[in-house]
């Protein structure tokens, strides 16, 4: 029987069946993913919004396409448009020094950094990362996702093999042989110099995440198999997933890192499943349901934390209460809608897949017994 070719996002969706089968369960930890902070600043967000770069202005509501070609309908058809580039995937975009920078991925399997003024105007290309390899087997890179940290920016890059076959319907074609490197390269913004500072090797189902960065150490988490295994149907690996006593998943591991912006040297942990939030307020970690500072210190029993520039937010649904931690002192609320992101003034809540809308209120309104939310209306 022929071996199915499995994509490089299908691969990361059923590692993640895994990692985050559990979100929703009560007595297991969950840490929301959730927009860069550097996408953020004031009241105003900037996204990729079907694949058209979008601001979105929280005090009005209003989402602006970043482009300033007059007429332009950001559909591909105007060659002027700055909100699109034609065949390559954006993603990541984010403001400094006020300028935009974004990422793309282009149909040649590179990816490729840009900036442009706020208006989307003068786009230059910064950074390129190519693919390397030949035409049996070739590593495609992509911008996974980002981390500013004062003057840089610090890219999780995903390489993935990508081999040739002719299983595509008897055509030749490449998908993933399911190995990938992770990356982390750094890039000076204000020198547009670029290194990478760590690497895990190839691993077969590998996934990473970065937390953030604190106190010039990025946390992350690195997981994957020791074992490259080979499947007839996609049915038969989801089903080696999610058996716990399957051989897969004997011979899987996971691994929290702590690594050292200033040198790249490596903290690894194998024990145990911290997961890492932080802020400028702040780093905690949750074991379990326990939730701690990043010194040890034992805070409370929690469901679900966020990081805000305030201090930690984190939720006890048995009591139904939200929770405002920073130094000892506790702030508390009945509990309304968890918090995706955060701007100056709002707290931007959950995404709703039925209507397309995310609801947003004020801090202050936040932590009231009657929160006031308005709809944000936002393609994904």
Not at 135 to 154: A, R, V
Not at 226 to 243: G, N, S
Not at 244 to 256: I, P
Not at 331 to 358: H, L, W
Request: charged residues 20%.
């Amino acid at each position: 029987m022929k071996k199915q070719i499995v994509s490089v996002l299908l691969l990361l969706f059923l590692f993640s069946l895994t990692s985050c089968s559990s979100n929703w369960v009560k007595n297991s930890a969950f840490i929301k993913s959730v927009v860069p902070r550097s996408s953020v600043y004031d009241n105003c967000y900037v996204t990729v919004s079907s694949n058209t770069l979008t601001y979105y202005d929280l005090d009005t509501g209003v989402s602006t396409p970043v482009c300033s070609a007059a007429g332009c309908k950001h559909d591909g058809s105007d060659n002027n448009c700055t909100a699109i580039i034609e065949n390559e995937i954006l993603s990541n975009p984010f403001r400094y020094a006020g300028k935009l920078y974004y990422f793309g991925f282009g149909d040649n399997q590179e990816s490729r950094m840009y900036k442009c003024e706020e208006n989307g105007s003068s786009r230059e290309t910064v950074l390129e990362i190519k693919r390397s390899g030949n035409d049996e087997e070739y590593i495609s890179p992509m911008i996974f996702s980002t981390e500013l940290c004062g003057d840089k920016i610090y890219l999780l890059i995903l390489e993935s093999v990508m081999s040739k076959s002719n299983e595509f319907d008897g055509n030749y074609g490449y998908g993933s042989n399911g190995m990938a490197n992770y990356k982390i390269g750094c890039f000076d913004l204000n020198t547009d110099s670029y290194s990478v500072i760590y690497e895990t090797g190839l691993f077969p189902d590998s996934n990473m995440q970065i937390y953030g960065i604190y106190n010039d150490t990025i946390y992350a988490n690195f997981g994957g198999n020791t074992k490259q295994y080979e499947f007839d149907t996609v049915d038969d690996r989801i089903a080696a997933i999610e058996d716990e006593n399957s051989e897969y998943n004997k011979t899987k591991f996971r691994k929290t890192l702590k690594i050292s912006t200033k040198d790249g040297s490596v903290s690894e942990n194998d024990s145990q499943m911290e997961w890492y939030t932080m802020s400028s307020a702040g780093c905690w970690y949750m074991l379990g349901n326990s939730l701690y500072s990043s010194d040890g210190t034992y805070i409370a029993e929690a469901y679900s934390m966020y990081a805000t520039e305030d201090g930690l937010i984190y939720y006890d649904y048995d009591c139904g209460n939200v929770y405002l931690y920073n130094d000892g002192v506790v702030k508390s609320a009945p509990f309304s809608q968890r918090i995706f992101f955060e701007s100056r003034d709002y707290y931007v809540c959950d995404y709703s897949n039925e209507t397309g809308t995310y609801y947003y209120c004020t801090k202050e309104s936040y932590f009231s017994d009657t929160p006031e939310f308005r709809e944000l209306e936002m393609k994904q």
